[in-house]
């Protein structure tokens, strides 16, 4: 059974930084494509990164250059390092998975696992 628990969210002024975890039980790379997505009051949710089994990470063009995806393998934990934080990267944020060894889509309603969600709120 898939479980995604994310944490590590909070408050942070412009230009901070954040790092974000997912305890991913059930998943492994060689079977899940997984990634996160965040959600913004009154906004539909946007995918930030996917892994697929290659394990080349695919970024927005919103996050890429200040967003960095790891995973630690051998404890199932999906990382999300968020650096150079603006006011705009306000959301909550999910880790997700989906049971395909490729990603192929950034539709949200194509990820059938989602985690509980960590909130970011970042302040000018």
């Known amino acids: 059974q898939v479980q995604l628990v994310e944490s590590g969210g909070g408050s942070v002024q412009a230009g901070g930084s954040l790092k974000l975890s997912c305890t991913a039980s059930?998943?492994?790379?060689?079977?899940?494509?997984v990634g996160w997505f965040r959600q913004a009051p009154g906004k539909e949710r946007e995918g930030l990164v996917l892994?697929?089994?290659?394990?080349?990470?695919a970024y927005a063009d919103s996050v890429k250059g200040r967003f960095t995806f790891s995973r630690d393998n051998a404890k199932n934990i999906l990382y999300l390092q968020m650096n150079s934080l603006q006011p705009e990267d306000t959301a909550m944020y999910y880790c997700?998975?989906?049971?395909?060894?490729?990603?192929?889509?950034?539709?949200?309603?194509?990820?059938?696992?989602w985690g509980q969600g960590t909130q970011v709120t970042v302040s000018s």
């Open positions: 997700v998975a989906r049971p395909d060894p490729y990603c192929g889509t950034w539709s949200s309603s194509q990820y059938k696992y």
């Open positions: 059930g998943v492994t790379s060689s079977t899940h494509c």
């Open positions: 892994i697929d089994s290659v394990n080349v990470p």
